[in-house]
């Protein structure tokens, strides 16, 4: 029985679409039909069924899955122990946030234990990051969101990673850290990008509490934000991670909502269940999810 096999239903299985996964495998769909059928013959079993054009396990499928998955896991694992000089490249979805603030330090030491990886970062908004990931597109997610539960995902979280209001010294606020939803109640916003998760949060609870809010401009550059509201254009929430050195030059104040005004967000890992976790990415995970290097 070809490994092959087996690779190819676990893909037909997760992406419930034969076309998908001859995508996803750089087949003719044709050959992810013939491959599936073999399995079934020499099983002697149905392993899916057609519902609404999209495929479903039956029964035995579930069962196979889980072999499936012992199979090719092990068989990767094999490869990665016996062919350890084999060139390995790394793609990762996160945010510019965190790729700027959070990840390079934790990288420096990725990269002295593994130089000859080549890693590659792709950055987008959370939503496409589990879409690419899910699609096979990346290897793995590194996310700012509340903790994310996915059926398809395994998710190993970093850190709690703690929000501020940013805005001027002489602000009203400044400095404080219980005010409430209702104190933002017409201020002048620089909102980042519209999809941004932690900023439909806080429009959200605005919303819910009628607080009403001006949007001045809203931009994808935490940098651009920090220098709108340096220049006294409006307040902006953003990762405290993102805005540490500006606040120790005093180019910036801060305060911070009650805890219980918005939602907390963690820096988390993604990585799809099906995707085997090769020795480079298990120690970037160890290394990310037990390690605190502060601010």
């Known amino acids: 029985m070809d490994i092959q096999y087996f690779i190819t239903f676990r893909a037909a299985a997760r992406s419930q ?10 087949y003719a769909q044709p050959t992810v039909s013939v491959q599936i059928k073999k ?20 029964d035995a499928g579930w069962k196979m ?5 012992q199979i090719v896991e092990g068989y990767l694992g094999a490869e990665n122990v016996f062919t350890p000089g084999s060139a390995i490249d790394l793609t990762i ?8 603030f959070l990840l390079p330090p934790y990288f420096q030491k990725f990269r002295k234990k593994y130089p000859d990886v080549s890693v590659t970062f792709f950055p987008a908004l959370d939503e496409a990051n589990i879409r690419k990931l899910k699609n096979n597109e990346i290897d793995l997610a ?5 903790l994310v539960s996915d059926p398809d995902l395994r998710t190993f979280p970093i850190r709690h990673e703690p929000f501020v209001f940013i805005c001027p010294p002489n602000h009203p606020l400044s400095g ?3 005010v409430s939803i209702q104190e933002l109640h017409n201020s002048s916003f620089i909102f980042t990008e519209k999809g941004c998760n932690y900023r439909e949060s806080l429009e959200r609870s605005m919303n819910e509490h009628g607080v009403a809010y001006k949007t001045v401009t809203e931009m994808g550059s935490i940098e651009g934000i920090k220098q709108c509201v340096i220049y006294g254009m409006g307040i902006a929430m953003i990762p405290l ?27 988390q890992i993604l990585i799809s269940r099906n995707k085997h976790i090769s020795a480079p990415i298990n120690d970037l995970i160890s290394l990310l999810s037990s390690e605190s290097l502060g601010y």
């Open 17 to 26: 679409s034969l076309t998908k996964a001859a995508e996803q495998l750089n």
């Open 176 to 178: 404080r850290n219980d």
């Open 93 to 100: 979805g996160t945010t510019e946030t965190l790729a700027a």
């Open 39 to 58: 399995l079934e013959t020499h099983f002697g079993v149905k392993l899916f069924e057609r519902n609404s054009n999209k495929l479903k396990l039956t």
């Open 65 to 69: 899955l889980k072999y499936a998955d």
């Open 142 to 146: 590194i996310v700012l969101n509340a």
């Open 241 to 267: 991670i993102a805005v540490h050195e500006q606040l120790q030059q005093n180019l910036l104040s801060s305060f911070s909502l009650r805890p219980s005004a918005i939602q907390p967000f963690y820096s």
